[in-house]
């Protein structure tokens, strides 16, 4: 315990001195989490991200320290989402991504195990890949589409390839001197999956109403709640400043988002020369809009964001620039030196790729644009919010 305590320490001292060259961060508001994980060479952001924060979860709990297995999880991911394409005849997903509700429906239904019980790593690597798994799952599955029958056969092979590359799921397992099967590990955790809930803003659905996230890896097809953007992001705000976590997904794919930085940003171009030091002011004058975004980009000091408007979100959103990437886990709040607000956010990408230790800072207008969902406790959404999306506490 020591240890694992030690090293959360660290892993805090790291996120909390997170600097971009020539940005200085100071942090507001942090909230425990456990250490940071490597998804390698997966698309499974998506249980790295909601582990992470069911873990936080059991923290703020008082249940101790957690490492719960992400490939479980990923594993009955897979034969769920088989059931799905056969059924849809085709016409659905076997790919590697999904949301967290998938997480919350897996963990309700089948349980979960610690980290050392089932780690998913049967085949020689000392990091996962699913690439090759990946290949013969699509092809398996195309079989049985294209013969429009499920032999026991198909059965066996997905059961078989699983094992293979992941290992054999354990019927019971001895954790911490006690035997547990999946769903009884699970149980003692004592984490209710319907307490968690998903929020989103959108304007092409009515606010305060649930309606299904058009969003590739929705599979699922699930309902989220839909918010006003401010209210979203006073939801994120209250959350975090009431010592809770929260599970993000959005985009990545944007140039001011650079994790090698430690840094996501949402620069408005056209201010750039107002917000440079008198030095620079000539030399950025005379850039054009191109040049001035490379200066942006090299990181050197904060600049002006863009005022993220809901009209501004909805644009992006259809226009396909912001995309459903990534799942990160947002632990706490943060300032720059020019008072900017930032979200402190694990990433499940390992340490070894940027000097904070895995984690970044992504500013408010990053959020506030490039957000598509956010996954939380019930009893952190500020109660006026929850009256009008008529959440109870039952």
């Known amino acids: 315990m020591r240890t694992t305590i030690l090293i959360l320490c660290i892993v805090a001292l790291c996120a909390t001195g997170l ?27 998506w249980s790295f991200a909601t582990a992470s924060f069911l873990e936080s979860e059991l923290l703020r709990r008082g249940k101790g320290v957690y490492d719960l297995s992400e490939m479980f999880i990923v594993r009955q991911k897979y034969l769920n989402q088989l059931q799905d394409y056969y059924v849809r005849q085709g016409k659905g997903s ?89 769903k009884s590990f699970a149980a003692s955790l004592e984490l209710n999956m319907d307490d968690y809930i998903e929020l989103t803003s959108f304007t092409h659905h009515p606010y305060y109403g649930k309606f299904e996230l058009e969003v590739p890896d929705n599979w699922e097809h699930q309902l989220m709640y839909n918010l006003p953007l401010d209210e979203l992001i006073e939801t994120l705000n209250y959350a975090l400043n009431n010592g809770h976590t929260v599970c993000w997904d959005g985009d990545v794919s944007e140039k001011g988002f650079s994790f090698r930085n430690g840094v996501a940003i949402l620069p408005e171009v056209n ?76 990433n499940s990408w390992g340490t070894e790729r940027n000097t904070s230790g895995g984690y970044l800072n992504m500013s408010e207008s990053f959020v506030r644009s490039k957000t ?8 952190a959404i500020p109660p006026a919010v929850k009256a009008k999306l008529g959440i109870g506490d039952a």
């Open 271 to 346: 201010k750039i020369a107002d917000y440079a030091s008198s030095d620079d002011r000539a030399r950025f004058e005379k850039l054009d809009e191109a040049g001035r975004l490379e200066e942006v980009y090299k990181f050197e000091r904060p600049y002006p964001e863009i005022n993220v408007t809901p009209e501004v979100r909805q644009e992006g959103f259809e226009t396909f620039v912001t995309t459903d990437d990534h799942l990160m886990h947002i632990t706490g709040l943060a300032k720059d030196q020019k008072g900017t607000m930032y979200y402190i956010t694990k």
């Open 94 to 182: 076997v790919g590697q991504g999904s949301l967290a509700h998938t997480f919350k429906r897996i963990f309700k239904e089948q349980g979960i195990t610690p980290e050392e019980v089932y780690h998913g790593i049967n085949y020689n690597s000392d990091r996962h890949n699913h690439s090759e798994m990946q290949r013969y799952i699509q092809a398996i599955a195309d079989v049985a589409i294209k013969a429009k029958h499920r032999s026991p056969e198909y059965h066996k092979l997905i059961n078989g390839l699983l094992d293979i590359y992941l290992g054999e799921l354990p019927e019971t397992f001895a954790y911490k001197g006690k035997t547990y099967t999946p």
């Open 372 to 379: 598509i969902y956010i996954l939380l406790h019930k009893e």
């Open 19 to 45: 600097s971009a060259q020539g940005y200085q961060f100071t942090e507001i508001k942090r909230t425990e989490a456990t250490s940071v994980k490597n998804q390698a060479s997966t698309g499974t952001c």
